[in-house]
């Protein structure tokens, strides 16, 4: 057995239903075989512990590593031009329209190779492991064909091999139709989004399922199907809803356990208790909310006021939310969606960890769970909200292994 104690530090534990981010002063945090033993005051550390390899931290601040649990971060091309066009008017929805969006990633992503698409991505990483995060979530969608969505989750699943994050893949072939389906979204689902299901869960390639109900996407009916399959095949679901209309898609979701819903700007209040009812996370995305201009926000009261949890992410994608910054992720929750600054921090680590289902590993800093933390240059952890930009990363705690940033 190993051991390690990390000492010297104020540690936010996160530790829901502790107030003030659990904060721990003159902490030590326990470390055995990769999971945290033991987490409090210095003076308190029990015997047990005091042969243990001691790393002195000097005085930082230590939070969970964090999670990024919603991502499209596979893809080819970019989309500035698009970003040209909605400064000279032009929306979301009329660009997708007219053949530009998800479709114009398609086509860039269909034609790179497998290597470029990874060497892409990895760009992306690199900056959310450089704002301390661990856990990674990224979608297909971008394919659209049952070769190249598969193709797209393989991809996915190489980025665990060549940095130190956690990817959990979730399979989002209905997010658009490719033009080859136009006018038939039906036979789409049929032809290429459930038999593709059935092939990446038999290959080991996709975690969640996830669509995207919205009027440019996909109807709750259609929706439904695709929940049938992966309710089938034991698979957990998700759904981007509520982004641009009110389709009732988080009710859907919901109805099927789902472990998020994503957007929801268009969510109806009275719809917020039948998410806290079944626990499912609301997952809120400024970023594309900021870069799309929009106007109405999610409701957040609603949402606090029923104790549903809040998770946050950056919807790393080349369209509406080209972010690759979680911290930036959590400073616009704040200025944009008034979360405090204490909601944001567990948005991006507790919830997080909730909205992929792996809130037994991952998102406080509590006994059995990896040792996976994020050793701050910061006095305290309002700080990670409130300063835009910059490296404020120290170093990681992988597994209970110190490593500088």
Partial sequence: MTGRVFTHCRAATLVEGERGYGLVEDAVVAVEDGRIAWVGPQAELPQAYAGFEQVDLGGALVTPALVDCHTHLVFGGDRAREFALRLEGASYEEIARAGGGIRSTVSATRAASDEDLLASALRRVDDLIADGVAVVEVKSGYGLS?????????????????????????????????????????????????????????????????????????????????????????????????????????????????????????????????LAEKGVVAVLLPGAFYALRETRLPPIDALREAGVAMALATDCNPGSSPLSSLRLAMNMGCTLFRLTAEEALAGATRNGAKALGLGAEYGTIEPGKRADLAVWDVSHPDYLSYWIGGRLLRGRITAGTYTHA
């Fill in 146 to 274: 049952i070769e190249h969505e598969l193709r797209m989750l393989r991809v996915a699943r190489s980025i665990e091999a060549e940095r130190p994050v956690r990817i959990v893949t979730s399979w989002l072939a209905a997010h658009a139709l490719p033009p080859e389906y136009e006018g038939t979204a039906d036979r789409y689902i049929d032809e290429v989004v459930i038999p593709g299901l059935e092939d990446a869960a038999a290959e080991g390639l996709v975690d969640e399922v996830d669509g995207f109900c919205e009027g440019i996407g996909f109807t709750p009916d259609q929706i439904r199907r695709v929940f049938d399959t992966a309710r089938e095949l034991g698979i957990r679901v998700k759904l981007h809803a509520e982004q641009l209309s009110d389709l009732k898609g988080a009710v859907l979701a919901a109805e099927y356990d789902a472990l998020s819903v994503d957007h929801l700007e268009w969510l109806a209040p009275e719809d917020v208790p039948t």
